[in-house]
């Protein structure tokens, strides 16, 4: 009994004084754990008289409650403590600047996009747009390439099964609108084309703008004047030069592909640089659509828009405009002029250059 009372008087102070949780989970051990001074005592119980076990056992009980009560009462005083303490040091300083917010870029493919589709609005091509994924007539058939015929095979192609694949050229926007409305037809297709192509100059996913007008007396020269205007203000010079050479599309007769001289092939060393395909709509995709061809013509083209924002902005690399690399958009993206909102939906009034 006397021990019991050491005990009890020893513990008590200890488990006051104890700072933290560790400290105060040691004492408990030291008592009540297995090997603990209250946890021998008992122990002792076993070979005491009835009588003696029976008023020894009521001490030891109270003295266990009152033990284990305080160390209870002093557990939850030093949780709070350390709840009060970690809450002071995390507490927000309201002060400090705000972390700069991330501003998104324009890429320079929807920037040209853009400018270019601006340019044609001015001079009254209307916006026609296809599916990325597109069936064979459309694609090829309707474009004067059956199938048996070689020109397939210059279009590498990534087909899902017989009748549908990626279209390899925005041409087949052409077919689609004259499906849907008869000419007067003068219209610009801008979209995503894809082929299995991959080196320095060729992506497997790349843009163009289709041009295509039809009426009763669009012709060759009417087309030379489009893209010699389009360039001009495309390019911010008067220093344009165009040239024809003839050439091979199945959906046009005569076909040409047009180069470009001027300021822009001197800048980098040349006197000419290979741009883009046109021609005279041939009479026989006319035909496939159900339009007269004796009634009506017109003349066609079809441009690379990548390159053509490579060249305005001096973008000497095609291979990185599609990474998705953060500092290679930093410096040739435009900072857009309106934020996107989500009710104005993404701004296509494009953005200016930054340094
Ligand atoms: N579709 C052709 C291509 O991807 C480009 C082209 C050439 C389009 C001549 C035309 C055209 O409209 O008349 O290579």
């Known amino acids: 009994m006397q021990q019991l009372d050491e005990i009890r008087a020893n513990t008590l102070p200890l488990i006051e004084k104890a700072e933290n949780l560790s ?15 209250l946890t021998g005592l008992m122990k002792n119980m076993g070979v005491m008289s009835p009588e003696e076990r029976k008023t020894f056992g009521a001490t030891v009980n109270a003295v266990k409650n009152e033990i284990v009560s305080a160390l209870d009462a002093k557990k939850a005083a030093l949780e709070a403590k350390e709840m009060a303490d970690k809450l002071a040091a ?33 001079m009254g091509f209307e916006l026609a747009e ?29 087909f899902f099964d017989n009748k549908n694949m990626l279209r390899t050229q925005t ?22 084309t894809y082929r ?24 060759l020269a009417n087309l030379k004047s489009v893209l010699v205007e389009f360039f001009k203000l495309f390019f911010e010079t008067d220093d344009v030069q165009v040239r024809f050479r003839p050439s091979y599309f199945p959906f046009t007769e005569p076909s040409y592909e047009m180069d470009l001289g001027g300021v822009l092939a001197r800048n980098i060393g040349k006197e000419w640089i290979e741009l883009l395909g046109c021609g005279v709509v041939d009479p026989r995709v006319l035909q496939n659509c159900g339009i007269d061809p004796d009634k009506y013509q017109g003349f066609a083209f079809g441009v690379g828009l990548d390159r053509l924002a490579m060249m305005k902005y001096g973008i000497p690399d095609l291979r990185p405009m599609f990474e998705a690399d953060m500092k290679w958009i930093k410096h040739y993206g435009f900072v857009p002029l309106d934020i996107p909102t989500v009710t104005s939906g993404l701004s296509l009034n494009g953005g200016k250059k930054c340094d």
């Open 23 to 37: 400290a105060l989970d040691a004492v408990r051990v030291g008592v009540l754990g297995k090997n603990g001074s």
């Open 90 to 122: 995390e507490s927000v300083d309201v002060t400090l600047p705000a972390r700069p917010v991330q501003q998104g870029r324009i890429h320079p493919t929807t920037q040209a996009m853009e400018e270019a589709l601006t340019i044609f609005a001015q």
């Open 130 to 158: 296809g599916p990325d994924v597109e069936d064979d007539w459309h694609n090829f058939e309707a474009l004067n390439l059956p199938k048996e015929h070689p020109a397939r095979q210059m279009q590498a192609t990534f």
């Open 171 to 192: 041409s087949g926007v052409q077919i689609r609108t004259m499906e849907n409305q008869k000419p007067p037809i003068k219209i610009v297709c801008p979209g995503r």
């Open 196 to 219: 299995r192509d991959y080196d320095a100059t060729h992506l497997p996913e790349f843009h163009q703008i289709e041009g295509f007008v039809v009426d009763e007396k669009a012709n």
